[in-house]
């Protein structure tokens, strides 16, 4: 598709815009009537003359698409841009100290029909301003940089902060008109329409020609025209929602996990222990009322609620639960010492906890290593065998705090050891193990080498079920295939018992992988674990890449949202128009297929813009490969997450690994943490969620 992505770059150029790179054909529309903020800002038009949101498009030309068919997806988003240099701004009095900066390097050679603002690179954060020069940290390539010569990146907590310092602090409803315009723009039915725009006009230049008598047309979106037009059907695949089962036996069902739970009680009620777990609290003095207030809600339940009026104890078919506040003196936020001291001197005075509940604040959420009090706590508690649960002081104080109670006390139980509820497994002749690989990049600056640390979990169905198995400890990159074998050994020791394999007996292992396999790494996995297989009669493989960070979008045009809600403007909508259901899954070539694991009742707000489905591939050594079979398999795990009752936006194996993986990066860096506790304590607590 090389001719394609050379003759949209003509095009582009031929239509007026300027491209921010020869690599992949995209431009910024910057026509005075596409500035989204200039829409909104009204009498703060000039204030704000030199800020900007404007419509950001990329196009990649794909040989195989939906419907065996050519095509040319399409990226949009907004763009912040600042045509104010950081001097304009110092001159106005705003700070920068701290903020991360572009500057023209010179990297990027000169030529006539780039963006101009394709030449400015990040360069580091500003220690310092001294005369007129930035003096910069986390700066690999220069210490300092003219301040006529810089601008602010244009991150959208920088664009915010100098929106309000330009209007004077009367942000507010500013920001609120531009949510309403940014959403007219990615919402669903704002993006198929700019889209279909923007194909509309590509299309009036006539064909695209990509060499000597060769000639490519440029059609209308697929899936919006008539059977045979250019636009073509979309066809999809849609699957059921899972069936979720509270009973080992199978005949405790519902169709939702928050009802189902309510209802029937936990997977294991019959053989949960311990049947009155002791929880130990930690709070800062400062919050311990409002934190007694919360616990006794979270024991005893929150009356007239839409959820949560049992309590953890009766929700959870336990006798009691015994809760111990300890409060303590914090000098701030940082003040990590103070929780380690305040965990080492709870755990001395009274009987071992079953549970910790760490209370932090939102002040404290970016800390990192024996900065962050809830690292320290974690490492702390952990470290004596205690599962760590922290809730932050400002979700104590919600208006519906039922909600977030009943989510902890989902998370509360799987941190106990307690199986809360399992979904139904459809029937196969074959034994079944999928493996997640997730992984979490630890960087404690922008410019610094990343840690990348890999997580793994494994589900294994029996008895017509998905079950849990263990989750690994964390593993550098280098070093993750060792960690693999050493996982799947031991979840193959123990599901071989449990389910009593024979040796005629088949086996199908599924990698979900939170990165494109090499084929090599394909083969070293597949050498590696049929060893470990050789006494069974067959084994199958199929190693699936899992990812959200593509730009591909699905639409349904016959969906017209759900409920009436309240735009910032005042007028009022369905939320989710043009959004597909969950479970609908798009193949676009034998390897690939779109999954949507997120529909209009999954759209927490009218602005919400149109979730991104999830994209699957399937590696070519893969000796199993039903896409199909894949996907619907992948859909039913984002349900089976155990952190909240609502479906994930990925498959438990990939999210929990992602979970594990950066946690226990961050742990890493917590002096004395030790990783070996997981293999023995918290074998099977999911301290994780």
Not at 354 to 365: C, G, K, M, N, P
Not at 534 to 539: C, G, H, N
């Amino acid at each position: 598709m090389r001719l394609v992505r050379e003759a949209l770059i003509n095009e582009i150029i031929g239509m007026g815009y300027k491209l921010r790179s020869f690599k992949q054909p995209g431009f910024v529309s910057r026509y005075r009537q596409q500035d989204l903020l200039a829409q909104c800002a009204g009498d703060q038009r000039e204030a704000l003359a030199g800020v900007h949101v404007f419509p950001q498009y990329r196009l990649d030309a794909r040989a195989n698409g939906p419907s065996a068919r050519m095509g040319i997806v399409v990226g949009l988003k907004t763009r912040y841009e600042f045509d104010l240099t950081v001097q304009d701004l110092l001159d106005r009095g705003f700070r920068v100290e701290g903020r991360y900066v572009l500057a023209q390097t010179g990297e990027v050679p000169y030529n006539p029909h780039l963006d101009e603002c394709a030449y400015r690179k990040l360069v580091g954060a500003v220690e310092s301003v001294r005369a007129g020069r930035l003096h910069l940290r986390d700066a690999p390539a220069v210490s300092e940089v003219g301040a006529g010569e810089a601008w602010l990146e244009g991150r959208l907590d920088t664009f915010q902060d100098v929106v309000a310092f330009l209007t004077g602090g009367r942000q507010g409803p500013l920001l609120e008109r531009l949510e309403e315009e940014a959403f007219a723009l990615t919402g669903a039915e704002g993006r198929l329409g700019r889209i279909t725009s923007l194909a509309r006009r590509l299309a009036r230049g006539g064909p695209l020609r990509i060499a000597a008598d060769v000639e490519v047309e440029i059609g209308v979106p697929l899936g919006t025209g008539s059977t045979g037009s250019s636009g073509g059907q979309v066809r999809s695949t849609p699957f059921a929602e899972p069936t979720f089962v509270f009973d080992p036996g199978g005949g405790k069902t519902d169709k939702s996990a928050q009802r189902g739970l309510t209802r029937l009680g936990p997977f294991d009620s019959e053989s949960f222990s311990p049947r009155r777990p002791r929880i130990l609290v930690m709070t800062p003095r400062p919050y311990q009322g409002s934190v007694e207030v919360f616990m006794n809600q979270f024991r005893r339940g929150v009356p007239n609620a839409k959820v949560f009026t049992e309590g953890f104890a009766r929700k959870y078919r336990l006798t009691d639960c015994d809760i111990r506040i300890e409060a303590f003196e914090a000098t701030g936020p940082r003040d990590a010492t103070a929780y380690r001291d305040a965990c080492l001197a709870a755990l001395d005075r009274d009987e071992k906890p079953h549970l910790a509940i760490v209370i932090t604040s939102e002040a404290q959420q970016d800390l990192q290593g024996d900065d962050s009090p809830y690292l320290v706590a974690k490492s702390t508690l952990m470290g004596q065998g205690v599962p760590v649960q922290e809730i932050q002081y400002e979700t104590i104080g919600r208006g519906d705090v039922a909600y977030p109670l009943d989510s902890m006390a989902l998370q509360c139980y799987a941190k106990l050891g307690g199986i809360p509820f399992v979904i139904a497994a459809p029937g196969t002749i074959m034994h079944e193990l999928v493996i997640g690989i997730g992984s979490a990049h630890i960087k404690p600056s922008r410019f610094s080498a990343p840690e990348r640390v890999v997580g793994i979990t494994t589900v294994f169905s029996a008895d017509g079920n998905y079950l849990l198995s263990n989750m690994s400890r964390e593993a550098d990159y280098d070093r993750y295939p060792a960690e693999l074998l050493r996982a799947l050994r031991v979840c193959i020791d123990e599901v071989k018992t449990r389910n009593a394999w024979r040796p005629d007996d088949a086996i199908r292992l599924i990698f979900h992988v939170f990165k494109p396999l090499k084929d090599t790494e394909a083969d070293a996995v597949k050498d590696l674990v049929s060893g470990l297989l050789a006494e069974f009669r067959a084994v199958q493989f199929a190693f699936v890449h899992v990812s959200d960070e593509h730009d591909w979008y699905l639409f349904d045009t016959a969906a017209q949202g759900v409920g009436n809600a309240a735009m910032p403007s005042g007028r009022r909508q369905p939320k989710g128009r043009y959004v597909p259901q969950r479970g609908h899954a798009v193949t676009i070539s034998s390897c690939e297929v779109l999954l949507t694991v997120s529909g209009p009742y999954d759209i927490k707000r009218p602005t919400h813009g149109l979730p991104r489905p999830l994209l699957l591939k399937l590696h070519r050594a893969s000796t199993f490969t039903d896409i199909e079979y894949l996907a619907g398999q992948a859909f039913r795990f984002t349900a089976l997450s155990w952190r909240r009752f609502y479906p994930s936006r990925s498959p438990v194996t990939i999210m929990y690994s992602d979970l594990i993986a950066s946690l226990l990066g961050q742990l890493r860096h917590v002096r004395n943490w030790n990783a070996d506790i997981l293999r023995t304590a918290f074998r099977t607590s999911r301290w994780f969620l």
